[in-house]
């Protein structure tokens, strides 16, 4: 064994990759299929958009563990890492709001994510003796996310709680 790490972290972040257009309300306007007196399209404005007055960052919070091993005279390295994601706080429609209402259901921190994996890699690193020289990487890894938390839908073609994030439905043949 030529090195031996073991590593561990943890971490919370605001993710602000999240549009800015859901703190204002607005108007979506164009123009109509109706033609007016002039012959020209009719310019129309619809129904504002309904927004919830508390909605913040999501929440991601990661976790992580690995290690990290050289041996065979540092000619072989292996990092192995587990990890762990998850998003609070997650912005999903709110539920509730009847269909009269006349506009979409507004978005607010009603949800969550989680996302749990692994990683492997390995490296082989040789120099023969006449000065030829190989290096050889792999990698291997798998996640899966999760929706934790989404409301009370259950249909298969929408989010529900539960959900793999990915998943395929379809009929066996």
Known sequence: VGSLKFRGSYGSIGDQSVSSGLYIS???????????ASGQRVNQVGTPTVVSSDIQWQDVVSKNLGVDLTVLKNKLSVSFDLFERNTNNMIVPQEGIPLT???GA???????????????????????????????RGNLSDAKSILTSYGSG??????????????????RT
């Not at 259950?154 to 539960?162: K, L, P, R």
């Open 106 to 136: 507004p978005l607010g921190n009603y949800g969550a994510l989680s996302t749990r994996g692994w990683e492997l890699t390995v490296d082989f690193n040789h120099t023969f003796k006449n000065g030829l020289h190989i290096f050889a």
């Open 154 to 171: 259950t249909q298969v073609n929408s989010n529900y709680n539960g959900k793999d994030i990915g998943e395929i439905w379809g009929y």
């Open 26 to 36: 607005t108007l979506p306007g164009g123009q109509s299929t109706w033609i007016g």
């Open 101 to 103: 209402l006349g506009a």
